[in-house]
């Protein structure tokens, strides 16, 4: 089963397509086969590619960000994918008047033995790596997940 991932941040131009890049890739290369998108619950970037200090930092890990275009999050999004993975607590509270919860998950959840609770937005931060390590390991830890079967109890729709 093919199972459909989307990441959401604030704005759709760091974050989220960053995270949507590094798991592409990282599924690609242990043959995990996955639909991804990104997606921001703010409207005001829709259509511009990812912010150009965040694609430097994924490029030099080996991450290209620059075919991605930011886009707003919709309603049909909580039928189109299985999973929405946010960046933090205030993207969760803000698809709220999207979908139903049960379909929102932390990608802070996912990354083993790490404190953080959410990763940090560096468009504000300014901390580019920073972020794209995090979004690694929170990646890694999605992919783990998903490999082992592990992801059953996300909800019932992943197995329909």
Known sequence: ??????????????????????????????????VLDSA???????????????????????????????RHVARSDFTEFDLIVVMD??????????????RVKVFTDFARDLKATYVPDPYFTRDFNGALALIEACADGLLDTVASGAHQDWYSSLDT
């Open 1 to 34: 089963m093919t199972h459909r991932i989307l990441f959401v941040c604030l704005g759709n131009i760091c974050r989220s397509p960053t995270a949507e890049a590094v798991t592409r890739a990282k599924a690609l290369a242990r043959g995990i086969e996955l």
């Open 40 to 70: 921001g619950t703010g409207d005001w970037h829709v259509g511009k590619p990812p912010y150009g200090p965040m694609q430097e930092a994924a490029r030099a890990k080996g991450y290209d960000l620059s075919m991605l275009r930011a």
């Open 89 to 102: 607590d205030d993207n969760a509270a803000d698809l709220a008047a999207f979908g139903p919860p049960d």
